[in-house]
Every structure is written in C-alpha cells, then in structure tokens.
C-alpha cells in the first residue's frame, strides 16, 4: 500500500478517507475492516478515528493505535500515552472498550 506524499492532487488532502459512519471525510482514517466481494478484490472500509470504536473490538482498537503511531511524528516522539489527538481518541476507545469484554 502505497499513500501519496503531500505533493500529491490538489482535490482531496492525501489519505483521507470517507468514515464508513458518518460519511464525513476524515484525515485520519482509521482501517476497519475490508469487504470480500465474490469477484473482484475488494476494498478496505475506514472509520474517522471517533467511529473507529464502532467496527473495532479492544484488540483492533489497539492495533489501530499503533498503526497510527508509526505513522505520527509526535506519536512517535512520546512512549507516554497519546501524542495527539487521533491517539487520544483511540486510546481513550481501547480503555472504554476494556470493561466490555465478557
Ligand atoms: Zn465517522
Ligand atoms: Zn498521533
């Protein structure tokens, strides 16, 4: 998979995703799951990072999280909780989602 740099068009911000919850487009989309078509590759559905909690369980919002990190300059300049606000959000949804298992 490979994203455009920022010299990409002009038309949409590169990376952004249409939420596969509210249909707002967002910059930081989140990969919640992909769709099997029976013909055809499919393709990947995101969530803005305030829906991302909707599709994903604990596990995935996890994973979320540090797919996000790697991808975050001030995510990845802390190793003490959330860089920003993406991660903040994530994060928060990893907790609440915690209680929730069983
Ligand atoms: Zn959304
Ligand atoms: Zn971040």
Do not use: I
């Not at 910059?27 to 829906?51: F, I, K, L, M, R």
């Amino acid at each position: 998979m490979t994203e455009q740099s920022s010299d990409g068009p002009r038309s949409a911000l590169p990376g952004s995703r249409m939420c596969a919850y509210c249909k707002e487009m967002t910059g930081n989309p989140v990969a919640v799951g992909a769709v099997h078509q029976n013909s055809g590759p499919g393709w990947t559905v995101y969530a803005c990072p305030e829906d991302a909690a909707r599709f994903l369980d604990r596990a995935g919002l996890w994973a979320a999280l540090m797919d996000h990190a790697l991808r975050c300059g001030p995510c990845r300049g802390t190793t003490d909780g959330p860089g920003c606000a993406v991660a903040r959000v994530l994060f928060d949804a990893h907790r609440g989602a915690a209680g929730t298992g069983r």
